[in-house]
């Protein structure tokens, strides 16, 4: 049943299209439900991280951006059902119009190695710095004790430059490497003394910051990631989920 999920989200074909040697497709797909709303993929994700942190494997230097998926037509053929649910499944389902028709943002945190931390989904439309803080807060790293939840360092582009996510890193003693924009350093230069200093940037950390990019090109080798066509937002978390516990695989 495993293999025919990882079938699933490698080819983006239709839960019933599954081959038969995965066995019946309804029996497949209500055991991937039960492990999305049960929490079962992040737990295994954290268990496989838990290894590599053990091993000295992780890399703290943190990268943090998103990136956007189209919804294919059956994941917006989604309707609002009565009653109480199971899931804490979002009434738009994490699913935005913005000029390239209905899409889904997945914001991510990978490790210097370029494998997932952390994940999130919102809806395409929504900014960036919107979900930045609840994104570091998914990072738990299970180890005896309590489990890690901070970086060493965070690098992200100018869409994570705002002065409360700065203090935010500042108070969680987190250094971070970001850019910041112009109008940022323009109404800081028209202020004068009251501004205060310019923000520390150092160029070399920043230029790792194509570790994350590539992390994107990694998780949308999978054609059930690259097209959202889950129809709930905890589905397709978990199949995202899913892909990155396979990266992580690889790669120890």
């Known amino acids: 049943m495993i293999n025919g999920m990882v079938y ?17 497709w309804k029996s497949v797909y209500t055991r991937f439900r039960r492990y999305a709303i049960d929490g079962v993929f992040t737990r295994a994700l954290q ?18 951006d998103s990136t956007i998926v189209r919804a294919h037509q059956h994941a917006a053929a989604t309707g609002r059902k009565r009653g109480k649910h199971r899931t804490d499944e979002p009434d738009d389902h994490a699913l935005g119009r913005s000029r390239g028709g209905l899409t889904a ?8 190695r370029g494998r997932p931390l952390a994940v999130l ?5 929504r900014h960036d710095g919107v979900c930045v803080r609840p994104l570091p807060g998914r990072i738990r790293v299970p180890r005896t004790g309590r489990p890690r939840c901070r970086p060493d360092h965070v690098i992200a582009d100018k869409a994570y430059s705002s002065r409360g996510f700065r203090a935010y890193l500042r108070r969680r003693g987190i250094g971070h490497t970001i850019p910041e924009k112009n109008d940022q350093k323009m109404h800081r230069r028209n202020r004068g003394r009251r501004g205060g200093r310019p923000t520390a940037f150092d160029s070399r950390i920043y230029r790792r910051r194509n570790t994350v990019e590539r992390c994107f090109s990694q998780l949308k080798g999978f054609r059930g990631i690259a097209t959202r066509y889950e129809k709930t937002a905890t589905s397709y978390e978990a199949a995202v989920t899913l892909a990155s516990l396979l990266l992580w695989a690889r790669s120890i």
């Open 47 to 64: 268990q496989i991280q838990a290894q590599a942190d053990a091993a000295g494997d992780i890399d703290w230097l943190v990268q943090i």
């Open 105 to 112: 943002e997945i914001p991510l945190a990978c490790d210097g």
């Open 121 to 125: 989904l919102t809806p395409g439309q």
């Open 8 to 24: 699933k989200i490698r080819t983006g074909v239709s839960w019933r299209d599954l081959p038969e040697r995965y066995g019946p």
